[in-house]
């Protein structure tokens, strides 16, 4: 089946560094999601990417969409300690009707200030 | 507008009875999801409906997990008997409909952490 790679599993990072998350899929994908989830919360939506090589960004988030459309990044410029959390992708397969998302394990970011 | 909701926020039960969970979804969306993560773990697909229906449960463990969503509103997702592996937390996540395959942001409830004694 599907899998999804994240890496790295954790990251710990003095405040002001940046921070980058990986993510690779087995399969074409046709959508990637990102979302955050903070210690004791619940994953939020950060974003949604579909066009192959897409680059958006949110602020000091910078995120990309391989050309293969099989991986894509999360980068944080300058961290500061409100981006503590675990960020996770969620990839759709590309083709046909199914709304499943396959997440990675996620990368846990803390933040030393 | 109220967030997904879900009920219990933690249960404790014994190995061999039964628990029931539930999800109320943003009024209005269609599309309704569970999701399971094991500590340390991916967040792992459970099931998805579209209104009441379920359109794909490929992620369901095995037959000791009902999910049900009658009048296509709020769902519960029953596990009877309970197993030690089931623990976890169990999130419901809800969108807006969309056709086609495309998809919309889910918006996750707080989700239920589930222990298994």
Redesign the interface.
């Known amino acids: 089946g599907q899998q999804v790679m994240q890496i790295p599993q954790y990251q710990h990072v003095q405040e002001g560094e940046d921070f980058t998350t990986y993510c690779n899929s087995s399969t074409t994908l046709s959508n990637i999601q990102w979302y955050k989830q903070r210690p004791g919360g619940h994953p939020v939506f950060l974003i949604q990417l579909v066009k192959s090589g897409e680059v958006k960004k949110q602020k000091r988030l910078t995120f990309q969409f391989g050309e293969a459309k099989k991986n894509s990044s999360l980068h944080i410029t300058a961290t500061q300690t409100t981006d503590v959390g675990t960020y996770f992708c969620a990839g759709k397969v590309s083709g046909g009707s199914n709304y499943k998302l396959t997440f990675g394990k996620g990368t846990l970011l803390t933040v030393n200030p | 507008e109220a967030g997904v909701t879900q009920f219990p926020s933690h249960s404790v039960i014994e190995k061999g009875q039964t628990v029931t969970l539930r999800c109320d979804p943003i009024s209005g969306h269609d ?1 309704l ?1 569970w ?1 399971r993560r094991v500590m ?6 459970l099931l ?1 409906f579209v209104k009441e229906s379920k ?2 449960e ?2 369901m463990p095995n037959n000791r997990f009902l999910a049900e969503r009658t009048g296509g509103t709020y769902s519960t997702l029953k596990v009877q008997p309970a197993e030690l592996e089931d623990s976890g937390v169990y ?1 419901c ?1 809800s969108s807006q409909f969309t056709s ?2 495309a ?1 919309r ?7 239920t952490r589930l222990t298994v004694l």
């Open positions: 599309n999801y999701y340390g773990k991916e967040i792992k697909f998805h359109q794909d490929s992620g999130f996540a086609g395959g998809l942001e889910q918006f996750f409830g707080p989700g």
